[in-house]
């Protein structure tokens, strides 16, 4: 996979805003995808497409961690962000208080990459959310690999 550098979204996130996430979550962040986004944050791919579900789907942007979104230009890509205008179509836990499935990947026709941490909150898989498809607290996902760096494998 090749990251288009000129589109990294600064400033790059800091372990301390990683641990303040991560508590908020309530969940544990895979390693390899703290690493990619401490180097990467925001940013889109040159080559940009997977295979999953008997399709492929075209990479927009990865999401990125920030400390103030409302201050970036590029703010809407912020996760929490992204979390607050999905909601409830993420999960089909109304009393949830964390994340299930936390989206890391705008796909084109607005569907998302996500961490799956709906059976392990500290080894996730990845999917991807349907946006078409999910409804309040009904979401729609399908399995692409078990973590992060197996996802990034796939990307051509």
């Given amino acids: 996979m090749l990251i288009?550098?000129?589109?990294i979204i600064y400033?790059?996130?800091?372990d301390?805003?990683?641990e303040r996430k991560e508590k908020y979550w309530r969940v544990a962040l895979p390693i390899?995808?703290?690493k990619f986004l401490k180097e990467n944050n925001g940013a889109r791919t040159k080559d940009g497409?997977?295979?999953?579900?008997?399709?492929e789907y075209a990479i927009d942007r990865f999401l990125c961690l920030l400390n103030a979104p409302r201050e970036s230009v590029l703010g809407m890509y912020d996760i929490d962000v992204t979390l607050t205008q999905l909601e409830d179509r993420l999960t089909d836990n109304e009393d949830l208080i964390g994340v299930d499935i936390l989206p890391i990947l705008v796909l084109f026709a607005g569907d998302f990459v996500c961490l799956?941490?709906?059976k392990d909150r500290k080894n996730p898989s990845v999917c991807v959310w349907d946006n078409e498809k999910?409804?309040?607290l009904e979401p729609i996902t399908y399995?692409?690999?078990?973590?992060?760096?197996e996802f990034i494998s796939k990307i051509q």
């Fill in 143 to 149: 399995f692409v690999a078990d973590t992060f760096s």
């Fill in 16 to 18: 301390e805003l990683f």
């Fill in 32 to 34: 390899d995808y703290v």
């Fill in 4 to 7: 288009d550098k000129a589109s």
């Fill in 134 to 136: 999910s409804a309040e």
């Fill in 116 to 118: 799956d941490f709906t």
């Fill in 11 to 14: 400033p790059l996130p800091t």
């Fill in 49 to 55: 497409a997977f295979e999953c579900n008997g399709r």
